[in-house]
C-alpha cells in the first residue's frame, strides 16, 4: 500500500514541477505525511507543500511552493 502512496506522491511531483528526494533514513518508519503551510516572503504569500511516504528504511520527499501574488 505505501508503494502505492509513494508512486501517487511521485507522480504528483512530476506533474506540478516539484523536488522529489529519495533518501535513506536512519531507524525504521513507515507512514505517510501531507503538510501545507502558508508565510508572508517580501509581501507575498506563499505556500509550500510537503508529501512524505517513508517505507521503512526508505524517504520518498516531494516538495514545493506556490506563489499566491502580493498582499497589501
Same mark, same amino acid.
Given at each position: 500500500?505505501?508503494? #502505492?502512496? =509513494?508512486?501517487i506522491f @511521485?507522480?504528483? !511531483? %512530476?506533474? @506540478?514541477? =516539484?523536488? %522529489?528526494?529519495?533518501?535513506? +533514513?536512519? !531507524? #525504521?518508519? +513507515?507512514? =505517510?505525511?501531507?503538510? *501545507?503551510?502558508?508565510?508572508?516572503? *517580501? *509581501?507575498?504569500e %506563499?505556500?509550500?507543500?510537503? &508529501?512524505?511516504?517513508?517505507l521503512? +528504511?526508505i524517504? @520518498?520527499? @516531494?516538495?514545493?511552493?506556490?506563489? *499566491?501574488? &502580493?498582499?497589501?
Amino acid at each position: 500500500m505505501l508503494m #502505492f502512496i =509513494a508512486g501517487i506522491f @511521485v507522480t504528483i !511531483g %512530476i506533474t @506540478v514541477g =516539484a523536488e %522529489i528526494i529519495i533518501s535513506p +533514513i536512519k !531507524g #525504521f518508519v +513507515i507512514g =505517510a505525511l501531507v503538510h *501545507n503551510e502558508t508565510y508572508e516572503e *517580501n *509581501n507575498k504569500e %506563499i505556500t509550500e507543500y510537503t &508529501l512524505q511516504c517513508l517505507l521503512g +528504511i526508505i524517504s @520518498v520527499n @516531494v516538495i514545493w511552493q506556490t506563489h *499566491n501574488g &502580493l498582499k497589501e
